[in-house]
């Protein structure tokens, strides 16, 4: 089967963070994939670490972490598709690298795929309400472990500064009245 540019073959693209959302991988990103298949990465940790804006909101990274796994979706897409996604990942401008990794399917075959990840990370930074409604949508429409959903539904979201709102809930001198 050839791939949407006419490729014989295509690339294996691990995604782990909003590119596990059909609307945002298909709509946003205009992939056009080969095929998907639910896969494992072992031996790297998610994190939200990446800095979107002032606030403590982050997008998500991966960081080695022996005996860590993080769940997925590998796409297959063409090789011009995955020039396309590198710069839409902001990989030309240094926010993420190209990562050659080897994931594990849900029926334990092994498959050489890239992901993405970074060393601009930021401690204290969190997923925003949005950002984990995207990762919990893809979960669900993937059929992701229901250990990793759960996973997912336990992290703290960050707080949004774009909230008008937020002032009022803010704890600290700004939103109290003191």
Same mark, same amino acid.
């Given at each position: ?88 990942? @902001?990989?030309?401008?240094? $926010?993420?690298? *190209?990562? &050659? ?6 029926? +334990?075959? %092994?498959? /050489? ?40 539904? @336990?992290?703290?979201?960050? $707080?949004?500064? *774009?909230? &008008? ?6 704890? +600290?001198? %700004?939103? /109290?009245?003191?």
């Amino acid at each position: 089967m050839a791939t949407p540019d006419g490729e014989a073959t295509g690339v294996w693209y691990f995604g782990y963070g909003s590119n596990v959302d059909r609307g945002t991988f298909l709509g946003r990103r205009r992939m056009r994939p080969l095929a998907a298949r639910v896969a494992v990465l072992e031996g790297w940790a998610l994190h939200f670490d990446l800095p979107v804006g002032p606030g403590e909101r982050g997008v998500a990274n991966l960081r080695p972490d022996f005996g860590a796994r993080t769940w997925g979706v590998c796409w297959q897409i063409s090789h011009v598709q995955a020039v396309h996604l590198d710069r839409s990942e @902001g990989v030309p401008r240094g $926010a993420y690298r *190209r990562q &050659p990794v080897e994931v594990e399917t849900r029926d +334990g075959a %092994r498959l /050489s795929a890239f992901t993405y990840c970074s060393e601009r990370g930021v401690a204290g930074r969190k997923p925003s309400r949005r950002y984990l409604g995207l990762l919990l949508a893809g979960a669900r429409e993937h059929g992701l472990p229901d250990d990793w959903i759960a996973f997912l539904r @336990g992290l703290e979201p960050a $707080a949004d500064e *774009r909230d &008008p709102q937020a002032e009022l809930f803010d704890p +600290g001198p %700004r939103g /109290s009245g003191r």
